[in-house]
């Protein structure tokens, strides 16, 4: 099981760290994709990092957004800084292969946590 939180109502140039813990199997042996979602628009990749502990970045969050692993707690956080409205949307990570191509159509999703990013 994947379990996202940490989302929430920020205001613009504001901050969250959202965490994705698993249970039930070993995090750090996949490769951890961050994905959001708005209203009305196609899901699309955010972060993923490797089992190898390489991350990558779409180019609308690099810069602004950083993605870790906890081993010791199984988690993985996305850390994302100078939130705009454009960064609304629903969150979820996902345990997958590879992050190349964002992964496989073999994945296994969280429930998503909402970001809202408003004055």
């Known amino acids: 099981q994947l379990v996202e939180s940490g989302g929430g109502l920020v205001q613009p140039g504001g901050s969250l760290r959202l965490s994705c813990a698993a249970s039930?199997?070993?995090?750090?042996?996949?490769?951890i994709l961050w994905f959001r979602q708005a209203p009305g628009k196609e899901r699309e990749g955010v972060s993923c990092?490797?089992?190898?502990?390489?991350?990558t970045y779409a180019g609308s969050v690099k810069g602004r957004f950083t993605i870790s692993r906890d081993n010791a707690k199984n988690t993985v956080y996305l850390q994302m800084h100078s939130l705009t409205p454009e960064d609304t949307a629903g969150y979820y990570c996902?345990?997958?292969?590879?992050?190349?191509?964002?992964?496989?159509?073999?994945?296994?999703w969280g429930q998503g946590t909402q970001v809202t990013v408003s004055s």
């Open positions: 039930g199997f070993t995090l750090d042996d996949y490769a």
């Open positions: 990092i490797s089992s190898s502990d390489e991350s």
């Open positions: 996902a345990a997958d292969r590879t992050c190349v191509g964002w992964g496989t159509v073999d994945k296994f």
